[in-house]
């Protein structure tokens, strides 16, 4: 639906709610991570692979603009994509829609490469850094699988 | 590979680990939800419709027994079944597998129906009741399908 | 500290780390939750007389610069002030230290103001209102006293 | 109010709540855990001294029982108490009750000691085991202070 975002379906869980019924605004960012996981597996460089070669991708900002509340059981769509690849930081943008396809949140996270030894920032390497541009130029995405996949019995 | 037990798949969310390097034993309480959640939509009446028709079925106990932590980015599964069925309330058990179908977290949780309205103990309405009947009885199930299913391009 | 604000005090929840062994992102807009609902009982209309009166005051933005990482049992300072109050709207403004006085994270929220019946925006109430213009105000406060206080014995 | 128990007050945060208008079920295992840690610091030995000194305190089962729900805003008391002491596993046990004292969760927690380094179980070194032995026989305490100290202006 958006172009160059990579989707991926979530159900909402009934912990993520609050009492006015609808979801909890803290848990949108919860699931902007979960979208850049997602990224990250598609571009072929999972985040998992980020830590385990000493890097941290720290956020240092985060804007969420709400536009409608998702609710219990929902199933939601969290659109990602690399606006910015800078040498030392990334910039993710961030569509997530309801059901319907209608617009719930707009968001985006600034990232900075962090060294895991030392906890300073660092030069985004080489091996991590190409799948992302591979990302910033992805080609548009059909609908998303279901959240919920029901089991082959 | 539990016979009677509905599966379902979830990948590990970063948010969800602690700084031990593993997830947090109060995130396993909110996947047995999704994994009720999850049976109560294969038994054909999503826990949705309980709150719609005016009955909460209120947790009143949790047991959980944590064997081996799940990490960050791993697919677990979560396998619910219901044990006992009461007329004023029910039983669910839980498996928790890792990827390699390794046994995470064996779980139990104690339900009570609660009348929306008056906040009181109620009996199970009979529409509400026979889905997790047929829920007790379901067949075994093969494998459930991955957590992060792939968009179709 | 900082004039105008309201402080209010937190002991780091081991559960609010993640394994980059430091507070996740997602913890700090409900801290600052923590912060204007403490700021609304110094204001004299705590924010459940709000929900009670039937006003929801819905979050419509959030931002959130991450300067430096809380940690596990560190005792952190949530400071809170209304920065804008128009007829339907809040902007609440924050500032959250460390144990040290150090900076962690500049934030702000924006907020609508819903009726609850209707869930449609409406006018905010003079009885809400005031204590809010009020809270525009508020003289310097000192420091804020400890976060887990020690029972008397 | 528990003899032996050692209290601690917390004001229910908002996202604490689920669309049940109560306090969702999996928040109480992370007021546990706050109760054992103010425990660790009353006994003269916080439980980061553990973890700084290569020592984990794993949660191996979790025993809640739910009998009445607490309430956004509420203030709630934490009573916490080391029940059982092995040579690698320390059981501890808690009551939370609400504003008016009444009983709102009964539970129990028990934990493994294991090696930061090697991940295996571990004999509990003497100088974290003694301030748990004291914590054994903790004097009678009395009313916990408020959860949210108003700061002196």
Do not use: K
């Not at 969420?64 to 929902?74: G, K, L």
């Amino acid at each position: 639906m958006f172009d160059g975002f990579f989707p991926i379906r979530l159900r909402v869980r009934y912990a993520e709610t609050d009492q006015m019924g609808v979801v909890h605004h803290s848990v949108y960012p919860v699931w902007l991570e979960v979208g850049r996981t997602a990224l990250s597996h598609a571009a072929g460089m999972p985040y998992i692979e980020w830590e385990n070669r000493g890097v941290y991708l720290v956020v240092a900002e985060l804007v969420c603009r709400y536009r409608r509340p998702a609710r219990y059981d929902d199933e939601v769509t969290v659109w990602s994509r690399v606006r910015e690849l800078g040498s030392r930081r990334v910039v993710f943008e961030y569509r997530i829609t309801g059901p319907a396809g209608d617009l719930l949140v707009e968001a985006e996270t600034r990232h900075l490469a962090v060294d895991r030894a030392s906890g300073r920032p660092t030069v985004i390497p080489p091996e991590l850094r190409a799948p992302f541009e591979t990302a910033l130029t992805l080609p548009p995405v059909g609908d998303p699988a279901p959240a919920t996949p029901r089991p082959a019995r």
